[in-house]
């Protein structure tokens, strides 16, 4: 059994980030799960000695009952899963296709994906606010018209027709091109630590792309794929500015594009009904951690960690 | 197996030309050994055979087969690389089988071959460990094994030896090379250690910046080098060499270095004379040359040099002395212990010419 490391001096350098998660981490969770079983309402503090689970017995009426409640419950699970999908799949795919390609044309492509990313949200959301816009002067309709695959101009996002499967598409679209980059660089850098010859070594052996990829490549960024995925999947689960803005401009079905982490937000800040919404943002961190430590228990992150070699 | 030729084979990456026509051709069933310093070519030669990189210009055969455009696979080589290039996550089992189950053979066949290929480089206890758990000198055989386990036509060795220690190096040497007289395969082998070329080679080929220099068997490429690359990168310590001028006294030429005047043998004389050269360079193996206390009778080369500095190396010593400003090395027994004023005393056969501008030996001019 190698000895426990001493905590002295790692403590020491832990001891800043620590001290910034609690300031802004666990101080202001513990305020909202607080704050979640009182009756908050338009910030009358007055009311905060009054504790019960009327909040989370209201959500779970809600939950059952309210229509607009249970289409951002399916919006949160399709956007979510769907888009996590996309985003880790396809970074795989770009990183893999990058790595293949010859230096001169994989940066320039790599910056390409990166655009979004670097984009304001708010000018990010812009483009595709004028992308999607119902009139005539929207870029898809007036492409689709002078195509001639439609004759009328369309609300893409909240045509009833439509929905809830282009509220969706469009949410995963905007999101997905940002997203992907992330994977993407993560992925592209750890393949870039595999030593070449082991490329080389396979050709020779007659691998063919798919091959070199899947028994070569991948299983060895395993562990940036778990932590793309998790980190993915929770940074989804709480993302809503796109999405805020797109629905405010009305691009977007209130109810088919929003998820649970907007609704939060706009039941604490335009409903103004904060207890409640202290309550749904505690159920929606509960939902993070489990998913997340189930995604990383069935991707045995455990047996991926290593013992540190040596002392440490 | 398979002869492998090297036609007027160049390779340039951009700017750079990595391989600069050649032309090589590496027998059939025969240890080749490529030697070169850093930088000269040696990979991307081996890496054009594998059919890794297509060459710029040039044609490469395997016997009577053109197989210049032939992707790798259908070439049936295996290489095994320096830093070995073994697949972390698999097991050595798993290593060993995977070119078999990339041509898609039955698990019983592959079974049989690794087991097999396994007995024969001693690492059958390793099997089901993974790469990370074994030393240095066992990846190696596990590489070796990888390369081995498909039957290659040509095996093609990227310096795999230089990872291990100076002991091991020599074991595995002596063992790869009966391995491959064992199994009568074609192998090239890159090093830049020549004394490991000496050794293994039936065929040493010598290549800087992209060229070859020289290719013979190991003998006449160290007693004959044909130029002053060759004669000052193989040997340690070695070759001196000393510029010189030529004096003619009665129509015959005389080469004054360091000092002294020597008297070239009637073909090198000749040699001078057609080429009209004033100037050589003269050189000679620390191991041939003797020192004396006095000039020798005779013709063999002399001059006068100061002890510098004596190195004792238990089977040898090796000394080295100034002449006229320039150091020269020399191999003495190791009981001489030289002190003083000396004499180096180099036998007219063992006394080596070189055209000063291209570096060639006159013998070859
Ligand atoms: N893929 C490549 N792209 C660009 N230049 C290259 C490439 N491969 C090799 N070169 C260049 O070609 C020349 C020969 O390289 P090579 O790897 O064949 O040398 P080497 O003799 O194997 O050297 P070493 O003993 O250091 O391995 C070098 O100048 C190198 O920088
Ligand atoms: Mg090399």
């Known amino acids: 059994m190698p000895g426990r490391p001493r905590p002295g001096p790692a403590f020491f350098f832990l001891l800043p980030a620590l001290a910034l998660i609690l300031v802004f ?288 | 197996m398979v002869e492998v030729r090297l036609e007027g084979v160049s390779k340039r990456f951009g700017r750079v030309v990595a391989v600069d026509n050649v032309s090589i051709v590496f027998e059939d069933g025969r240890f080749t050994v490529l030697l070169g310093p850093s930088g000269s070519g040696k990979s991307t030669i081996l890496y054009l055979v594998a059919g890794v990189y297509k060459p710029s210009s040039g044609r490469i055969f395997f016997g009577d087969r053109d197989v210049t455009n032939l992707p790798p696979k259908e070439r049936n080589v295996g290489l095994v690389f320096q830093n070995y290039a073994l697949y972390p996550h698999m097991t050595v089992y798993e290593n060993i089988a995977f070119p078999l189950r990339l041509r898609g053979e039955d698990e019983a066949a592959i079974d049989r071959k690794v087991h097999e290929v396994a007995r024969l480089l001693h690492i059958e206890e390793l099997l089901d460990r993974r790469p990370g758990q074994l030393s240095g000198g066992q990846q190696q055989r596990v590489a070796l094994a990888r390369a081995l386990v498909k039957e290659p036509d040509v095996l093609l060795l990227d310096e795999p030896l230089s990872n291990l220690d100076a002991l091991l190096r020599l074991t595995i040497r002596g063992e790869l090379k009966k391995l491959q007289q064992k199994l009568g395969i074609t192998a090239i082998h890159v090093t830049h250690d020549q004394a490991e070329a000496m050794s293994m080679a039936d065929k040493i080929v010598v290549i800087d910046r992209g060229r070859v220099q020289q290719e013979g068997p190991p003998l006449e490429v160290y007693e004959r080098p044909r130029n002053l690359f060759v004669a000052t990168f193989i040997g340690s310590p070695p070759a001196n060499t000393l510029p010189a001028t030529v004096e003619h006294r009665d129509g015959y030429p005389l080469i004054r270095v360091a000092g002294s005047l020597y008297r070239p043998g009637e073909r090198h004389a000749a040699k001078i004379r057609e080429a009209g050269l004033d100037r050589v360079v003269v050189a000679f193996r620390p191991e041939h040359a003797r020192l004396a206390e006095h000039p020798p009778e005779g013709e063999d080369l002399a001059f006068e040099a100061e002890v510098y500095l004596v190195e004792p190396l238990g089977r040898e010593n090796i000394v080295t002395l100034e002449a006229a400003g320039m150091p020269v090395k020399v191999v003495t027994p190791p009981e001489e212990r030289p002190s003083g004023r000396l004499y180096v005393v180099v036998p007219r056969e063992r006394v080596l010419l070189f055209e000063p501008e291209t570096g060639l030996s006159l013998d070859h001019l």
Do not use: C
């Open chain 1, 25 to 312: 981490y666990v101080v202001p969770l513990i305020l909202s799960v607080y704050i979640g079983f009182t009756p908050l309402r338009d910030w009358n503090l007055q009311r905060l000695g009054e504790l019960s689970l009327d909040n989370y017995r209201r959500l779970y009426h809600l939950v059952l009952h309210d229509p607009d409640l249970r289409k951002v419950v399916q919006t949160t699970i399709v956007f979510t899963s769907v888009t996590l999908a996309v985003n880790v799949l396809g970074g795989l795919v770009l990183a893999l296709a990058m790595f293949f390609m010859d230096e001169w044309l994989s940066l320039p492509y790599r910056l390409l994906w990166l655009l979004p990313r670097m984009t304001p949200v708010a000018v990010y959301s812009l483009l595709w606010y004028y992308f999607f816009l119902p009139g005539r002067e929207g870029i898809l309709n007036s492409w689709l018209m002078s195509l001639g695959l439609i004759d009328e101009p369309r609300a893409w996002g909240k045509d009833p027709e439509l929905l809830p499967y282009s509220a969706w598409a469009i949410l995963v679209l905007v999101n997905g091109f940002v997203g992907v980059s992330f994977g993407m660089i993560v992925f592209y850098s750890a393949l870039k630590s595999i030593p070449r010859e082991q490329v080389i070594a396979a050709r020779i052996d007659g691998a063919s792309t798919l091959q070199l990829a899947r028994h070569v490549l991948i299983p060895q960024i395993r562990w940036h794929i778990v932590y793309v995925t998790v980190w993915q999947l929770l940074s989804l689960l709480t993302t809503f500015a796109h999405i805020f803005l797109l629905v405010e401009w009305g691009t977007l079905d209130r109810a088919w594009g929003s998820n649970w982490a907007l609704y939060v937000f706009n039941t604490a800040f335009l409903t103004q009904d904060q207890g409640f919404a202290a309550a749904a943002a505690t159920v929606l961190v509960a939902v993070g951690v489990v998913l997340g430590l189930l995604a990383l228990r069935l991707m045995r992150f455990r047996e991926m960690m290593v013992e540190p070699k040596g002392e440490l």
